[in-house]
């Protein structure tokens, strides 16, 4: 299917969404605060602070298995010394976000959403380390959000996504292409439409179009690359919807890996097997992280 067309079509189907959320004021602010030179730490944890929901979430992943503190952090200051300013980007960027997907369960789940999504962001930001690639908050943060797309189809076309996944029941496939089959376009153009909405920047813009098509990336195919071998890990490693979408994939093959190949030349030498293994043993963190995101935030405030 061409591109274009389902680019139009997501673009009216986004369109026609009722009640279509924006992106919390938060989020932007804190990319752009820790984004700026001489910026002060107490800047950073007022602007937090000022969203009480917020830095109480920022509390609780903070003290998640994922971030590993030696003693239990009570305070968004604290937290900021502990995780540095670069850190803290990720994390109340991350936690902004809840709110937006949060009661808008559909097909999927939120929650298995959010594993997954944290998942590829985590797996993002170690690929990105063994590459060397210069921004791995980056790979991070648009691992996150590389699958918006997803969650807004789950919720906003419910019986066409039903009716898609019944047809697939006990076979192997890929999600993206049944979608552009039964839907006329698929996350990936869904994502990207919201993201324009959102003002993402355009390299975050592209990732999300593109994550299943890094070959076609222009402004940061390396970015790209990363994503989708993160997803693809993801899929096959219990952080890929409760199973919904099953995929199998022969490394050698992708084309993410020969882009980052060329990136790294070192990355021929990866030991891929241990790589799955040592990713097994962060799930169990992931969906930890993802419980107490989850869980009531408690009425004393944070300072």
Same mark, same amino acid.
């Given at each position: 299917? &061409?591109?274009?067309?389902?680019?139009?079509?997501?673009? &009216?189907?986004?369109?026609?969404?009722?009640?279509?959320?924006?992106?919390?004021?938060?989020?932007?602010? @804190?990319?752009?605060?820790?984004?700026?030179?001489?910026?002060? =730490?107490?800047?950073?944890?007022?602007?937090?602070?000022?969203?009480?929901?917020?830095?109480?979430?920022?509390? $609780?992943?903070?003290?998640?298995?994922?971030?590993?503190?030696?003693?239990?952090?009570?305070?968004?200051?604290?937290?900021?010394?502990? =995780?540095?300013?670069?850190?803290?980007?990720?994390?109340?960027?991350?936690?902004?976000?809840?709110?937006?997907?949060?009661?808008? /369960?559909?097909?999927? /789940?939120?929650?298995?959403?959010?594993?997954?999504?944290?998942? @590829?962001? @985590?797996?993002?930001?170690? *690929?990105?380390?063994?590459?060397?690639?210069?921004? #791995?908050?980056?790979?991070?943060?648009?691992?996150?959000?590389?699958?918006?797309?997803? +969650?807004?189809?789950?919720?906003?076309?419910?019986?066409?996504?039903?009716?898609?996944? &019944?047809?697939? $029941?006990?076979?192997?496939?890929?999600?993206?292409? $049944?979608?552009?089959?039964? =839907?006329?376009?698929?996350?990936?153009?869904? !994502?990207? %439409?919201?993201?324009?909405?959102?003002?993402?920047?355009?390299?975050? %813009? &592209?990732?999300?179009?593109?994550?299943?098509?890094? /070959?076609?990336?222009?402004?940061?195919? #390396?970015?790209?690359?990363?994503?989708?071998?993160?997803?693809?890990? %993801?899929? +096959?490693?219990?952080?890929?919807?409760?199973?919904?979408?099953? +995929? #199998?994939?022969?490394?050698?093959?992708?084309?993410?890996?020969?882009?980052? $190949?060329?990136?790294?030349?070192?990355?021929?030498? =990866?030991? +891929?097997?241990?790589? %799955?293994?040592?990713?097994?043993?962060?799930?169990?963190? *992931?969906?930890?992280?993802?419980?107490? *995101?989850?869980? !009531?935030? !408690?009425?004393?405030?944070?300072?």
């Amino acid at each position: 299917m &061409e591109k274009a067309a389902m680019m139009q079509t997501a673009e &009216e189907m986004v369109e026609s969404f009722v009640d279509l959320p924006t992106i919390p004021h938060v989020a932007t602010r @804190v990319i752009e605060l820790l984004d700026r030179p001489g910026v002060e =730490l107490d800047e950073v944890a007022d602007m937090i602070l000022a969203d009480q929901v917020l830095a109480a979430r920022v509390i $609780k992943m903070v003290n998640s298995p994922l971030y590993k503190p030696a003693n239990e952090i009570k305070s968004v200051k604290r937290a900021l010394i502990y =995780l540095g300013f670069r850190h803290i980007r990720e994390l109340a960027f991350t936690c902004s976000f809840v709110d937006v997907f949060e009661g808008r /369960d559909g097909i999927f /789940d939120v929650r298995s959403f959010w594993e997954h999504s944290f998942g @590829v962001g @985590v797996v993002a930001k170690i *690929i990105a380390q063994r590459v060397r690639y210069p921004d #791995t908050e980056k790979a991070y943060l648009v691992g996150i959000v590389h699958d918006i797309g997803e +969650v807004f189809l789950s919720y906003y076309r419910q019986d066409a996504f039903r009716a898609l996944l &019944e047809s697939v $029941k006990g076979q192997p496939f890929r999600l993206v292409e $049944k979608e552009a089959e039964y =839907l006329g376009t698929s996350h990936s153009e869904i !994502g990207l %439409c919201i993201a324009k909405k959102w003002n993402f920047p355009a390299d975050y %813009c &592209e990732v999300i179009g593109l994550h299943h098509d890094p /070959d076609q990336a222009v402004l940061d195919p #390396t970015l790209c690359a990363i994503v989708n071998l993160a997803d693809l890990f %993801c899929s +096959v490693r219990q952080l890929d919807y409760g199973g919904s979408s099953w +995929v #199998t994939f022969n490394l050698a093959e992708e084309k993410a890996w020969a882009i980052l $190949k060329s990136y790294a030349p070192n990355l021929a030498d =990866l030991d +891929v097997e241990r790589f %799955c293994y040592e990713l097994d043993d962060r799930v169990p963190e *992931i969906q930890d992280m993802v419980k107490s *995101i989850f869980q !009531g935030i !408690g009425a004393k405030e944070p300072s």
